[in-house]
């Protein structure tokens, strides 16, 4: 029977019981599923014939009845080859799985749909987050289409406008605190304790991990097998977690016969689970005050670091940090060699390539995932604000051409001989 399962001490909590930390010990929970049921259930081939998303993973999905879905189409993001900026890099093989793509812009949708509606088979009327931006943008829009009332607690200036534009224009009761994410957190889990009518969606939640894990299932059947790393940007660590989970899963069922290496990227000044890493540490230090261009991931003390430090250590991964100048300049990358739009947070990964490449943690042969995980859509000030200005130029022909430099190379065009 698939039930929930403290990842440290290992107590066992039925499905549909509303906890999100072990009664016993406090450590956090994960879904455990039952390998033997799944095998047999998609042992019919009937799964292979829906279209890559979240959903065509049902049979993985602990959701009992599919009245209870709440969708709004997520997942089947597409895996692009990036022969441009591979080549820049020096790798042979690079892919982006850009989650950006997803209803509201970030791969938090995946874990959402499948969160919302475990939230709908539970029977409760008020769901909430704390949120760098992308949980709250997509829980507001979940919540909106379910009929249910949402609140959420956001780090006061700290988050992108396009994410707070989301969360608002969903309708979602937004309270910025005067403080960092992991306040905000702090306060979101006191008013679940007092108030147990109020359903708590942050990754915490082990039905939106569920729902992330799907990523690793659409990259294994995009690529025809597992990649040979995928690296990925860790905030609060739930979704590096969830990544590997989907890598277990599927080599669990015999559908994959190999798993990648998880390699988890922090922006410096937020890098608890990287220090951790490098001390060869099992338990993580946290950060009193992350500061990092990469709002979504300025996470000081993040509440998955067991299970994204078990992805790493268990994969034989790797952690780095990037500067917040080394994912500026990743971000216009993408942008200007392959047409992906990615905001500072997706930009990691990239930004971390090249150091891994010199470090010989991956080789440029290796296949190598980097995630995407949001629209750099949602953060568009920060553009403005690195890029500087457009310039302004009066509606004259001259004048535009003079600030084209076109004037000189079109005289040169005319005055090239005709060729008939
Ligand atoms: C764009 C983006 N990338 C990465 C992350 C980090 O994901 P996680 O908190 O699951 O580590 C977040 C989390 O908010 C995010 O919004
Ligand atoms: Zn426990």
Redesign the pocket.
């Known amino acids: 029977m698939t039930h929930l399962k403290c990842i440290e001490c290992g107590t066992t909590y039925d499905i549909d019981e509303i906890i999100y930390k072990c009664g016993k010990c406090d450590g956090i929970l994960e879904v455990v599923t039952d390998i033997e049921e799944l095998r047999n259930k998609i042992s019919t081939d009937k799964w292979k014939g829906r279209s890559l998303s979240v959903w065509r993973y049902i049979d993985f999905l602990p959701i009992k009845d599919k009245i209870n879905i709440v969708t709004l189409n997520e997942g089947g993001t597409g895996l692009h080859r990036c022969k441009r900026l591979a080549e820049k890099i020096g790798l042979k093989k690079l892919f982006i799985k850009f989650?950006g793509e997803n209803p509201t812009g970030?791969?938090?949708d995946r874990g959402m749909t499948v969160g919302v509606s475990k939230a709908r088979e539970l029977g409760v009327s008020i769901v909430i987050c704390a949120?760098?931006?992308?949980?709250s943008a997509s829980l507001a829009a979940y919540a909106a289409k379910s009929g249910k009332q949402c609140i959420v607690l956001v780090p006061a200036g700290k988050i992108g406008v396009g994410k707070l534009a989301q969360a608002i224009a969903h309708g979602a009761r937004l309270i910025q605190v005067k403080g960092n994410f992991d306040d905000s957190l702090d306060m979101v889990f006191q008013l679940c304790e007092r108030n147990n009518q109020i359903y708590l969606l942050n990754?915490i939640n082990p039905f939106r991990i569920e729902g992330?894990k799907t990523i690793a299932f659409e990259v294994s059947e995009q690529l025809g097998v597992p990649p040979d790393c995928m690296v990925?940007?860790?905030?609060?660590?739930?979704?590096?977690?969830?990544a590997w989970k989907g890598f277990n899963e599927f080599e669990a069922v015999g559908l994959t016969n190999s798993k990648p290496r998880m390699i988890g990227i922090q922006a410096e000044g937020a890098s608890p689970i990287v220090n951790a890493y490098r001390k060869k540490k099992i338990r993580v230090e946290p950060i009193l005050f992350p500061e990092t261009v990469?709002t979504?991931?300025r996470?000081g003390n993040?509440v998955?670091w067991r299970k994204?430090l078990n992805s790493i250590y268990e994969s034989n991964g790797y952690a780095e940090t990037v500067t917040d100048q080394e994912i500026l300049d990743a971000q216009r990358l993408l942008a200007q060699t392959e047409g992906i739009f990615?905001?500072p947070?997706?930009a990691?990964p990239i930004a971390s390539l090249k150091k891994l490449l010199d470090q010989g943690v991956i080789n440029k042969s290796d296949s190598i995932v980097c995630v995407a995980?949001?629209h750099g859509l949602?953060d568009a000030d920060v553009i403005t604000r690195v890029f500087g200005k457009p310039i302004e130029v009066e509606a004259d022909i001259d004048a535009i051409e003079k600030s084209l430099n076109l004037l000189v190379k079109y005289d040169r065009w005319l005055e090239e001989p005709s060729s008939t």
Request: cysteine-free.
């Open positions: 989650e970030s791969f938090k949120s760098t931006g992308n949980t990754s992330q990925m940007p860790v905030g609060n660590a739930g979704n590096i977690s969830a990469a979504a991931i996470i993040p998955s994204a990615a905001e947070a997706s990691t995980t949001g949602k």
